[in-house]
């Protein structure tokens, strides 16, 4: 596991500790976990303190602000307690400041588990307009992101992302493996309102026949910049023009699993 997954693993046990402030403070960091590895329940602990128990697959945390410092992290086994073999373990990590992350936690193009972590974009959007992004999180070639069966997002592969900021309204949508018109996920109807970043997530296998679409939701961007958006869950989207995208990679800046806040707080992800 590298540094900047450890990183927000971090985070997130800061959060799991009940240490996050009521508001954004200069010294926090505003995170998000998705759970996108099929079948695999995970229990986590933060200096040897349970924090989340029975974390399930296509479960999408609420978002916390979580204080920067260091801290130790153990992901586990569901029931396998404290002294399990860790999936996952960080000690003396750091928590930076000042950002809006998402980390999921997904399977590679081959199929192995990892965590990668997105910085949200929160940026103001123009009056009438939505963002919307789309990450390739699953086990499984390059996709082809199509509205209205038209391709838009081509050759996207595990684990970029693309996003674009497009006319609000509501799209049609599916994934199809890259080149091809094999459907692999969707199609669905999705409304991009004005003012917000809709995060679409494609995790699971092809080869397990899993595929499944999580969606996160950050609004508030038609306001002040200076704030930090909340995230919700929502319907999936995807762009409807080709001429409207760009193509970036998602910049790792925190990492982790998850929090004891969000056992109270979970966020079931429709699919």
Known sequence: MSKTRFV?????????????APVQAADEATVSVLH????????VYANGNALLTDFKPGTLTDPVKLPAGEYDLKVVAAGAGAGGAAVIEAND????????????????ADGSPTLTPFVNDVSKVEAGKARLTVRHTAAAPEVDVRANKAVAFKGLANPKEVKADLAAGTI?????????????????????????????????????????LAVQTISGLHSSPNGVPAGSGGQAAMADSATQLSLTLAAALLAGTAVLTFTRRRATVRN
Do not use: M, Q, R
Not at 8 to 20: H, K, T
Not at 180 to 192: C, E, M, N, Q, S
């Open 172 to 212: 049609s949508a599916d994934v199809v493996l890259a080149g091809t018109d094999t459907v692999a996920i969707g199609p669905a109807d999705v409304k991009l309102a004005e003012g917000t970043n809709t995060i679409v997530y494609a995790w699971g296998s092809a080869k397990d026949s899993n595929l499944k």
């Open 8 to 20: 927000l693993a971090g985070a997130l046990a800061v959060g799991a500790l009940g240490l996050a």
């Open 93 to 108: 990590v750091t928590v930076p400041a000042g950002a809006n992350i998402t980390v999921v936690a997904h399977l590679k």
């Open 36 to 43: 996108g590895v099929p079948g695999a329940t995970v229990d």
